[in-house]
């Protein structure tokens, strides 16, 4: 299993970005996959997530109308269009999936928002 973001950056506040996780290994359309980060000094949190599908989604209240997950089965790569972006919205950026009992990370990428 592999799974590789990128779209990271430095972008100010009110901006926008989109990150991308190209997945490999497993099917990816059986399974659900989420977005997580982790900002300086803080625990990991779920920002969002979505089924295998793509017909379900659902976001922390600190990014809902303001981000939005996709996926596109085809090119198994899972999306997150992030606009509005607030400092507090700086943090490491992982793609996560849940297989076979175990979770499953990207290496990250850094979205630091900042004037």
């Known amino acids: 299993v592999q799974l590789v973001e990128s779209g990271g950056g430095l972008v100010q506040p009110g901006g926008s970005l989109r990150l991308s996780c190209a997945a490999s290994?497993?099917?990816?359309?059986?399974?659900?996959m989420n977005w997580r980060r982790q900002g300086p000094g803080k625990e990991r949190e779920l920002v969002a997530t979505?089924?295998?599908?793509?017909?379900?989604?659902n976001y922390a209240e600190s990014v809902k109308g303001r981000f939005t997950i996709s996926r596109d089965n085809a090119k198994n790569t899972v999306y997150l269009q992030m606009n509005s972006l607030k400092p507090e919205d700086t943090a490491v950026y992982y793609c996560?999936?849940?297989?076979w009992g175990r979770g499953y990370w990207g290496q990250g990428t850094q979205v630091t928002v900042s004037s």
């Open positions: 996560n999936a849940n297989l």
């Open positions: 290994g497993f099917t990816f359309s059986n399974y659900g």
């Open positions: 979505i089924t295998g599908a793509g017909t379900s989604t």
